[in-house]
């Protein structure tokens, strides 16, 4: 056994550590790095990663063997596997856990196979399932001439069809033809049929025609040059900063065709998905349907269909939300991040890490390009530029040539209560509305509350009804007649009475987009009113609304964030901010930013045809530099004074942030162990120096979640090396906690819940 081969292998668990096994005679030069194997581990069968090999261990150390292999090839190749093991460092996540977040499914089969067997006999091979598809008969015209007359089934089949083949089961159903006319139209030789294979993805399932590409403006130009020269020279980062509709997904797919061409991969990150199922047909257009789209609702043989495609580089493209980062892409010569400010890309729970910086870091070691695009982009990346990290690209105008549109603030203070009886639907809003409505185009409302009522209170003693296992207000859903924690499970039917002081009634303080919904449509009808938020909107919701609403099926769209994502929808001439300063409030010191972006981006999505567009934002505070900056589209003047804020603090992108979160059943013990730790780091030397700060600990924004009481410790530093030391010192201290307090680091924190 002395003589056998030793590797370290990575197991899921949340510990630093590698483990090291034997590497039996039978499975030899097949164990390789990134290859998983099935390990005893605690009297248990895990599977592991092979990350190394071990040069020995210490005398007496019992090493095991592996017990066999679980699939054929690597899951992870080299530079894959380097960029996960610098992001596991960087994060101070156990490698394990991170190779785990990033790996594809285990075919149960093997799994099956090995834990019966113990081990994988030579040659033996595990196969991966097919990508599930469906047949579905396609039907187009020829060119040949009816010489006898047809009947009227068939003569409506024939007139339905030109030289572009459609699915027969679509027509068959919208003419009321069956397949005996299809035959009889087949064997005069009028049409043609071919049977096709599609895959049973949401994202595929209407077929796309080809585009063709449009004449680039001088400006994307310029753009894609830039690119291009960096694809065949050094590769850089970008940041490719255009306003809204400036076609960005434009040099996004020149950029992705330059790559394509040269033999090499490219993966593009978007915000959610799920979102946008209109983005994905931009790309299906240009590149057909050999893409890998990942997202949430695919199945498990799906993913690992989509994995291994692009694992043996036979699917070269592969698009998603943030975890696609992962996808092993192979030669990957471009990434991209679109909406790189969303903070969809930072990953909140498990292992945290910000898809966007991730996205440069593996781009770097892979020697690919990087390109962030954002109508309004992260200060991060704003600083990034000025450090000369970033090389910046300008589209400065809409790529249809449509001028960005006219914003009006209005002063909910001094519009009290609006035609409709509503104080949130102001005289301009309601008369702008009107119009818009009377033209025949159609709207967006933003509001970032969903829900019915999003606070109830008490009329005689101020108390709020609140969830019994959080430190949040339920909010009032309506249609299901419920009170509801957007934090937990809990629900309550509604109470009239309070329960605090038994006398006072309980009364709605402000709205959520279903009770907007609600007035709007009393208000405005015979308009029709639909809404996009969490309670409507799983997966299908989401795309049935939207469809809707580009069918003009919907005149107004009401919605919560999700409406300021990238709807392209040129009938849109009129955005409605319901309330601006719901975000600025947000005791976080990225309000100021977040509702820069919101404000611009929902505004964004107005005018994007050939009428003009108008942007109402209705606030309380009228005067607000932020929203000055968005109605003046001054982002110059917004990144200019924020940066300067930011510097002062400092704040990230001038300080590096890292937070303790922990939390515990007992408000006691949580706020005693952060107490305890926060003493402990206090008398590190980097701390005592004032390179490091410790602030805290202090209860998390929300106190109290699914009955555990939370704090927080936060480590700020100007430099970062110094943070990394504490950190480093701080770990070990986090598994000696007991397990009835949890604690998780966070670097680069997003999040201040
Ligand atoms: P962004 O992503 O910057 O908001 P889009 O890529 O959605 O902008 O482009 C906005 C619109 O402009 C789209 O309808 C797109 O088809 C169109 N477009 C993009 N580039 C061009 C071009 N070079 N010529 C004409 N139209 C273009
Ligand atoms: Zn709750």
Redesign the pocket.
Known sequence: MSEARLVEVAVAIPRQQLFTYAVPESLGDRVRRGSRVLVPFARRKEVAVVVRDSSGVPDGVNVLPILGLVDDEPVFDEPLLDFLEEAARYYFHPLGEVLRAASPSIPTDAVRRLRRAGSVQKGERVRGPRLPSREELYVARTSAEPKRKLGTKQAALLAALDGEPRPFAELAKSLGVSRSTLEGLEEQGLVRTEVRHRPLDPFFRETVARDVP????VE?EAAVAAIRRALDGAPEAFLLR?V???????VYLRAMEDALSRGRGALLLVPEISLTPQLVSRYRARFGDDLAVLHSGLDKAQRDAAWRGLRRGELRVAIGARSALFSPVADLGVIIVDEEHDPSFKQEEGFRYHARDMALLRAHRAGAVCILGS?TPSLESMYGVERGRLHLLRLTER??GAALPHVEVVDLKTHLKGPTGHPLVSFPLASALRECLARGEQAILFLNRRGYAPALRCEACGTPAECPSCSVALTEHKAENLLRCHHCDYFTRPQRACAACGAGELVSLSLGTERLEEHLAEAFAPARIGRLDRDVADEKGIERVLDQFRRREIDVLVGTQMVTK?H?VPNVTLVGVILADQSLAFPDFRAAERTFQLLSQVAGRAG?GDRPGKVVIQTYRPDDFVVQCASRHDDDAFYARELAEREELPNPPFAHLAVVRMDSASEREVEGRAAALASLLSTHPLVRDGRVDVLGPAPALLKKVRNRYRMRITLRARERAPLRKVLAALLPKLDELPATTRASLDVDPVSVL
Not at 214 to 217: D, R
Not at 244 to 250: A, F, M, R
């Open positions: 449009p004449e680039l403006t994307q255009g809204t509709g400036s076609g960005k997904t434009e109508a790529a249809t990238g392209d994007r």
